[in-house]
């Protein structure tokens, strides 16, 4: 028998102006941006998005031995980007399964590298 594998939406943002065309930002937005690069600040967190980025969804054992390390802790930081809104989740029997829910995550990443592709430290 089958199984029926089930379509996800993508989530579709409006565009947005170029940030060169963008009003300088605002305090509020600054001390936004800086919680929100909080949260990215974490090597584990990073790791454990590119994973999901490279195989779009996996549970936490695999994503555990995709960083090395065990289930707990790779829960601990996956609460983090579910509670942020970045890592959405969904339960298969025992197992959770992870997935980026927001679209600029796979281009914050690849930014991320090539600027330190072109500037390293």
């Not at 199984?3 to 001390?31: C, G, H, N, S, V």
């Not at 809104?85 to 090539?114: A, F, K, T």
Request: charged share 30%; hydrophobic share 40%; net charge positive.
């Amino acid at each position: 028998m089958a199984t029926k594998t089930k379509k996800r939406k993508k989530i579709r943002f409006p565009p947005q102006p170029a940030i060169e065309e963008r009003p300088l930002i605002t305090d509020d937005q600054a001390a936004a941006l800086m919680r929100l690069f909080k949260v990215f600040s974490n090597d584990t967190r990073l790791r454990l998005l590119h994973a999901l980025v490279r195989e779009d969804e996996l549970c936490v054992s695999e994503l555990g031995e995709a960083v090395g390390m065990k289930p707990q802790a790779v829960s601990n930081q996956l609460q983090r980007l579910v509670d942020r809104g970045i890592v959405g989740s969904r339960r298969n029997g025992v197992n959770m399964y992870y997935r980026v829910i927001d679209p600029c995550v796979s281009v914050l990443l690849e930014r991320g590298l090539c600027l330190i592709g072109c500037c390293p430290e």
